[in-house]
């Protein structure tokens, strides 16, 4: 069987997000379809660092032994984010003293990661999602003003002139939110702020978003002359509010799920030489975050692979074209 990455390798690369026990409990599918990899957690401020200037690198170290080994790009996530952030760095600070500390601990990461890692997700998630407001109400916003991600882009140039700098956010195919994304990207080219690209990531519904609006959001900003990536693909089989609970995944919605991952890869091919990578958040159905998300200990089948990693509806779907 021919490997995705190889089927796509005129396009765009092929990304999955792991953990260090992912990369031993999936590494055969890892070697044969993917070329790219992030680290689901692993490279996250609270993960690499639990006390103030105390850095272990240990699960983040053992996903980039992988992704060397293997020949694999490795996508830096995160820098800047309001989860998953440690609180005491925002404690008895003002704007200079946390950016002392960002600045270190960017030089940290980056330098460690350096030799694999070409792309980085400086900020993440700093648009808000409700229709009336703009920026995230964040700690990073409060400390370093509404300004800050010109200032923390600025910085990470500085500390890594010769990376792809990407902003990341969620429900990035949504008219409104798009809009303000596009607005932020679009200020901060004017304004010449170094900003690269912009990472979608992707966490679809079979109901949500529409692939029309997919496309949409890829045209919109890809007119804003900057990379994309896609970089947490992944399909679920709820609409967000449904509670509901299934025994199996039914053979109908893994038809529209085929259809639906069909679709977005035809957009996908349709714009690759603005596309740097397709990352999906996981492997196989077998180990996902959307199975306590947003509804606990419900199953949900989201990925290519199945959870015995047999290829699903979607992979062939994906692979014939
Ligand atoms: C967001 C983050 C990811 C991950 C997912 C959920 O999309 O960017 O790092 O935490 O949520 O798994």
């Known amino acids: 069987m021919t490997g995705l990455k190889e089927k796509y390798k005129d396009y765009f690369k092929i990304g999955a997000a792991?953990?260090?026990?992912?990369?031993?409990?999936h590494a055969e599918l890892l070697t044969k379809h993917f070329n790219s990899l992030t680290c689901d957690n692993a490279m996250k401020y609270s993960s690499v660092c639990?006390?103030?200037?105390?850095?272990?690198?240990?699960?983040?170290?053992?996903?980039?032994?992988?992704?060397?080994e293997n020949k694999m790009e490795l996508h830096g996530h995160c820098l800047v984010w309001h989860n998953?952030?440690?609180?005491?760095?925002?404690?008895?600070?003002?704007?200079?003293?946390?950016?002392?500390?960002?600045?270190a601990h960017i030089q940290l990461e980056s330098s460690?990661?350096?030799?694999?890692?070409?792309?980085?997700?400086?900020?993440?998630?700093?648009?808000?999602?409700?229709?009336q407001d703009f920026l995230r109400e964040t700690k990073w916003c409060q400390i370093l003003g509404e300004g800050y991600m010109d200032t923390v882009f600025r910085l990470a140039k500085e500390l890594m002139p010769t990376k792809k700098l990407f902003y990341n956010d969620y429900n990035e195919a949504n008219p409104v939110k798009r809009e303000k994304i596009y607005r932020l990207v679009k200020g901060m080219k004017e304004r010449g702020v170094p900003i690269d690209g912009i990472g979608m990531q992707s966490h679809h519904n079979l109901y949500d978003p529409g692939t029309d609006e997919i496309r949409k959001a890829v045209e919109l900003y890809a007119g804003l002359g900057v990379r994309l990536r896609v970089t947490e693909m992944d399909v679920s089989l709820f609409a967000f509010e449904d509670h509901s609970h299934l025994q199996e995944a039914p053979a109908k919605l893994l038809e529209q799920q085929a259809e639906y991952y069909e679709k977005c890869f035809e957009i996908y091919r349709e714009y690759h030489e603005v596309i740097d990578t397709v990352t999906l958040w996981g492997v196989a159905d077998d180990a996902t975050w959307l199975d306590s998300f947003?509804?606990?200990?419900?199953?949900?089948?989201?990925?290519?692979?199945?959870?015995?990693?047999?290829?699903?509806?979607?992979?062939h779907r994906i692979m014939n074209f």
Not at 86 to 97: A, C, L, S
Not at 294 to 314: G, I, S, V
């Open 112 to 131: 460690r990661y350096n030799e694999l890692v070409d792309s980085w997700d400086v900020v993440n998630e700093g648009i808000e999602d409700k229709r």
């Open 84 to 103: 998953q952030t440690p609180d005491f760095i925002f404690e008895n600070t003002d704007r200079e003293g946390l950016l002392e500390t960002l600045r």
């Open 18 to 25: 792991v953990s260090p026990r992912t990369i031993v409990t």
């Open 50 to 68: 639990k006390a103030p200037g105390s850095y272990d690198f240990a699960a983040a170290d053992q996903v980039y032994q992988f992704a060397r």
């Open 294 to 315: 947003p509804e606990p200990n419900r199953k949900n089948w989201p990925l290519l692979f199945d959870t015995e990693h047999q290829p699903k509806e979607a992979f």
